[in-house]
Every structure is written in C-alpha cells, then in structure tokens.
C-alpha cells in the first residue's frame, strides 16, 4: 500500500513497506521509480526471502510522488532529506540503505550527514564517475529529454535517457528538472570520514558508473564488486549482484 511522507518544502514522497525484519531502504535512479527498480526486479522478494523489511520510496519527480517542474526543488540537499523523511514516516531510526545510480548517490550523502540512519550502505551504479562529474553532460541530457524530435538525438547516452524517461507514466519535463537539479559530490577526505560500511558495485560494462574501485577505495570501510557481463541499465537486477548485496547486507 501506497503511504506518504512530507518533504521540507511541502511535497509529498510516497513510500511503501513490505515484510518485517531489519529495514531496508531502497532508493532508485534517475526516471526510474519503486516499482520499476526494485519491484519489478524482484528485489522485494529477494529481501524478504533474506529476513528484510522492504520501505521502499519514489522520489520527487518520479513514481507516485509529486512532480514539480523548477529546477531548484531537485537539488540532492532536498533529494536527501526526502529519504530521511520516509525513514522518519515509516518510523525507522536505522536501517540498511540500497542506492542505484542516482539513488547510490542520494545514499552517499545520507551516510555523510546523517550517519545515524544507516547500518550498511550499498551504492550501486555509481563508481569511478563521481570524481569526474560533468555538468554540461546533464544539460545535454535535459536537452535532449525535451527535444522536439528524439530522431535527431545522436549520442547514445542522450537516445537512451530519452527513451527511458519517455515510458508511459513518467513526467518527462519534471525528468528534465531533476537532471538540471543542483548536485552535491563529496571529495575523497570527506569520504573517508565515512563510519558505516559500504559496498560500491558496478556492472563491468557500464560506462556511465565506472568501475567501483576508485570510489570504494576513497569511502572509509568501503569494498568494491563489478558485476559481469553487465552494463548500467542490466546491472541492477543481475542474480549476481543480489547475491553480492545480501551477502553484504547479512555479514
């Protein structure tokens, strides 16, 4: 069942829980929502099967959460606290955290400024990139979500976020918005601060993230896992990287 947290500013940030045992929060990537990253790949299933709780949100600009079309309100300052708020609605004090891609990102911050919350941290779909992050590469993604005719579109990057973000249901403009939102990225120092665990895991072909090495090397008590044979968007559900992560999750 669908339940709602409230943001900060005002916005409402759906959530479910599945199951009991230890949580579990789950955070998606970018166009993506609960129901396609997590439900739809069997994730619930598989934690529920390893003794999890399930909480699982969509955030602001995806799912059923609200979808405001500015900019400013997706910024990853907003996008973190939003996690925080689910936590605090579904009444969880501290749980294990599972970010993908854009999810894995919103998880690091988490971990770094509210350590409280988190017991393990999987970031998934995020890897050696974040040290070289690249804003007029997320312009020209916004650009190309909003561009009038997708057959003109010829990077590859840009066909495939635009042809993801225009799946039936999703609100390509506030897609936009939230690529052109303002990000936070934190230096190696900062990363070492971290006190949780963390597995970084990255499917080996998958140019956008990286491998994870780099960026497990530089979180303090992270470890790194590259998933075979696989890319950014066929990672994610990959038996391998569940097996990876519930390992992680239950040592």
């Not at 530089?218 to 968007?233: E, F, K, L, S």
Request: proline share 6%; aromatic share 8%; with cysteine.
């Amino acid at each position: 069942m669908t339940s709602f947290a409230e943001s900060r500013d005002g916005l409402r940030i759906a959530y479910e829980i599945v199951g009991q045992g230890v949580p579990v929060l789950l955070v998606h990537g970018f166009a993506s929502s609960r129901a396609q990253n997590w439900r739809a790949t069997n994730w619930y299933k598989t934690l529920s099967q390893a003794g999890f709780q399930v909480i699982a949100m969509d955030l602001r600009g995806h799912g059923d959460s609200d979808k405001p079309h500015d900019p400013a309100l997706y910024s990853y300052d907003l996008m973190s606290r939003d996690v925080v708020a689910v936590a605090e609605a579904g009444g969880v004090e501290s749980a294990q955290l599972i970010g993908y891609s854009m999810g894995g990102h919103l998880g690091i911050q988490v971990l770094l400024e509210h350590p409280q919350l988190i017991r393990k941290l999987v970031v998934a779909g995020v890897g050696a990139r974040y040290f070289a992050p690249e804003a007029a590469t997320r312009a020209a993604i916004a650009e190309a979500l909003l561009a009038p005719d997708p057959a003109q579109i010829a990077d590859p990057v840009q066909k495939m976020f635009r042809a993801f973000s225009s799946q039936p249901g999703k609100d390509i403009v506030a897609l936009a918005a939230c690529m052109r939102g303002e990000r936070r990225f934190f230096s190696r120092e900062e990363l070492a601060g971290a006190t949780r665990p963390a597995l970084v895991i990255c499917g080996e072909k998958d140019e956008i993230s990286g491998p994870p090495g780099p960026l497990a090397g530089a979180i303090n008590g992270g470890t790194a896992v590259t998933v075979p044979g696989r890319d950014h968007m066929s990672a994610v559900g990959d038996k391998f990287t569940k097996s990876a992560v519930i390992g992680f999750l239950t040592s």
